[in-house]
């Protein structure tokens, strides 16, 4: 009997130890390491006031609230509509991957950047902030712009959009070359070239899945390009 009793306490015991406290399991959780949400294959209309402002296409939306700098994260890149008010599209623009800062409005394209305002402007590039506050778009990366007229390539961008959306007025800061262009005769020249990822070295697209990487990364990207 005394064997008996000796072997359930033991058995009591181990049981015991396997059984880990959920507390103490909660606490090695870091909230902020992990998505709010994370949706797949997204369409989905985002709005301002109540006001449509894009329409957004994504195989992958993750989405940070519990962080300092609230973030949406889309490591495989987004396809974005912009609206003006009467909900025509004003322009697109695809990327490879994104970071948005939720704080400061601004969207971070990296990979075969493609802003396009067809027919009257098309703008290729590794790497794009979008400001939507400032309603600005800029750049230090390589730029490659198509106009009906002429086709201009250089470093150092940054554009100005009006109240519609369109963009009304930008500055090439180093241009290497300036082409006259007739897209009428030339409909399929220009563009083509692949503007791979512009990411810092050492950091990958799919390292944006983490949102303290993707906050650094769009930190230091914003303040290179101001």
């Not at 009006?162 to 030339?186: C, H, I, M």
Request: charged residues 20%.
């Amino acid at each position: 009997m005394r064997m008996a009793g000796l072997g359930l306490l033991l058995l009591a015991a181990m049981s015991a130890c396997r059984q880990e406290d959920p507390l103490s399991v909660a606490d090695k959780i870091n909230p902020k390491a992990m998505p709010t949400m994370t949706t797949h294959n997204v369409m989905t209309i985002i709005s301002d006031s109540g006001v449509p402002q894009y329409r957004m296409v994504c195989p992958v939306w993750y989405v940070y609230d519990n962080v300092d700098t609230p973030l949406w994260i889309l490591p495989q890149g987004p396809y974005l509509e912009k609206f003006d008010p009467q909900y025509n599209i004003v322009f697109t623009v695809a990327a490879d991957s994104a970071v948005n800062n939720r704080l400061t409005q601004r969207w971070h394209l990296y990979g075969n950047v493609e802003f396009n305002e067809s027919p009257e402007l098309l703008i290729l590039t590794p790497q794009l902030v979008w400001d939507q506050r400032e309603q600005k778009v800029y750049s230090d990366s390589f730029i490659h712009i198509e106009q009906p007229d002429k086709i201009i390539e250089g470093y150092g961008f940054v554009g100005y959009t009006n109240s519609r959306g369109t963009l009304e007025s930008y500055e090439l800061r180093r241009p290497t070359a300036v082409l006259p262009y007739n897209k009428d005769k030339f409909p399929g020249a220009g563009g083509g070239g692949a503007m791979s990822a512009a990411l810092p070295e050492g950091v990958d697209p799919s390292m944006l899945a983490d949102p303290q990487v993707a906050a650094t990364v769009a930190a230091r990207q914003g303040q290179q390009d101001l």
